[in-house]
């Protein structure tokens, strides 16, 4: 007897990755890697990979994210490598951001270095595929071979005070 469900299946079109969701009242130790969006509203420790993370209001993440688009509203202790990042209004931050693009609006908490890069995502990259999320190490610099941009030093003098 033939096998049609499996015949119907090879012949559909490839699959779309979905949406996965870790809600408020789940905790996991370890880490998480989904090939979709993740929607991130309970607890992990543990670094995350993915095409894009939203981390919720209520949403704690101990451990480094690698994605493509991240959107930040909750606590967030570890660095981020993505193209694309956004601190929402209520997030809190606590480490080192490697960025194409990085939004940060009023009342975000943000401490640690914010690194510019053209391919913030190249570093670590085999790490990535392999399934794993490499630790977030500082970009390594080649003798006489610097790929991303200088850091830009911003300057600002004070009128000098007058004694009378």
Known sequence: ????????????????????????????????????????????????????????????????????????????????????????SMAHVEGDIYHQSLAMEQGAFFEGRSHRSDDPLSLNRDAATNGAVAKALPPVERAGHRKEKPTHTFNRTLPESHSV
């Open 1 to 88: 007897m033939p096998d049609t469900f499996r015949h119907c299946v090879d012949e559909q079109a490839p699959r779309k990755f979905g949406d996965s969701t870790i809600s408020e009242d789940l905790k996991i130790v370890g880490n998480v890697s989904s090939k979709g969006e993740i929607q991130l509203e309970g607890h992990v420790q543990g670094d995350v990979s993915c095409v894009a993370l939203v981390l919720g209001e209520s949403a704690k993440l101990e451990g480094n994210v690698i994605a493509d688009d991240v959107v930040i509203r909750g606590h967030l202790t570890g660095s981020v490598r993505a193209l694309r990042v956004t601190l929402q």
